[in-house]
T-cell receptor, first 112, second 112 residues
Framework: GENVEQHPSTLSVQEGDSAVIKCTYS??????FPWYKQELGKGPQLIIDIRSNVGEKKDQRIAVTLNKTAKHFSLHITETQPEDSAVYFC???????????FGAGTRLFVKA | DADVTQTPRNRITKTGKRIMLECSQT?????MYWYRQDPGLGLRLIYYSFDVKDINKGEISDGYSVSRQAQAKFSLSLESAIPNQTALYFC???????????FGQGTRLTVV
């Protein structure tokens, strides 16, 4: 069936360093790839998304890249800050699809 | 006010008891979802609803039932709770299957 694999499951970085989280999807028809951030005690919240007609999207310190051929997409966070510490989920869905498939999540720790 | 509101936020119940988790949304979206979150497993879909008359099982629907009382309300029931249903439950809504999902704050359910 359709699935999304996410790595690493845990990531620890020093404040100011960059963090990269990678995902691979199985459904070649997927064309929407959102990233959600879940802070402690809260529900996931969209931080950035990308559609299959572009290869890269950036919003301040975060960026997402997409390689459709390899079915890979990645989240890049630069100049990490302690408030970036959270669980991050990647996801994939397709036009006309009835559900979004989520990765297992990455717990990011940013050490001050 | 939150776009998606879940009640209760925390609940401890005994094995065999019936429990209902409630969700309401103010986004005006037709689609609503119930997810379960367990450590290392990401978000798994329990049930989803396209509108009041259209309810569908997700990947882990056994032991759960739902009711879509109105466009804005979607409740999840555990008819006879068991300990392995201890988890964090999220309700979400989206305009369609290929756009941002808005999540509630979650309900932490413990079955003892």
């Amino acid at each position: 069936g359709e699935n999304v694999e996410q790595h690493p499951s845990t990531l620890s970085v020093q404040e100011g360093d960059s963090a990269v989280i990678k995902c691979t999807y199985s459904d070649s028809a997927s064309n929407y790839f959102p990233w959600y951030k879940q802070e402690l005690g809260k529900g996931p919240q969209l931080i950035i998304d990308i559609r299959s007609n572009v290869g890269e999207k950036k919003d301040q310190r975060i960026a997402v890249t997409l390689n459709k051929t390899a079915k890979h997409f990645s989240l890049h966070i630069t100049e990490t800050q302690p408030e970036d510490s959270a669980v991050y989920f990647c996801a994939a869905s397709r036009t006309g699809g009835f559900k979004t498939i989520f990765g297992a999540g990455t717990r990011l720790f940013v050490k001050a | 006010d939150a776009d998606v509101t879940q009640t209760p936020r925390n609940r401890i119940t005994k094995t065999g008891k019936r429990i209902m988790l409630e969700c309401s949304q103010t986004k005006g979206h037709d689609r609503m979802y119930w997810y379960r979150q367990d450590p290392g497993l990401g978000l798994r879909l329990i049930y989803y609803s396209f509108d009041v008359k259209d309810i569908n099982k997700g990947e882990i629907s056994d032991g759960y039932s739902v009711s879509r009382q109105a466009q804005a309300k979607f409740s999840l029931s555990l008819e006879s709770a068991i300990p392995n249903q201890t988890a964090l439950y999220f309700c979400a809504t989206s305009r369609d299957g290929n756009t941002e999902a808005f999540f509630g704050q979650g309900t932490r359910l413990t079955v003892v």
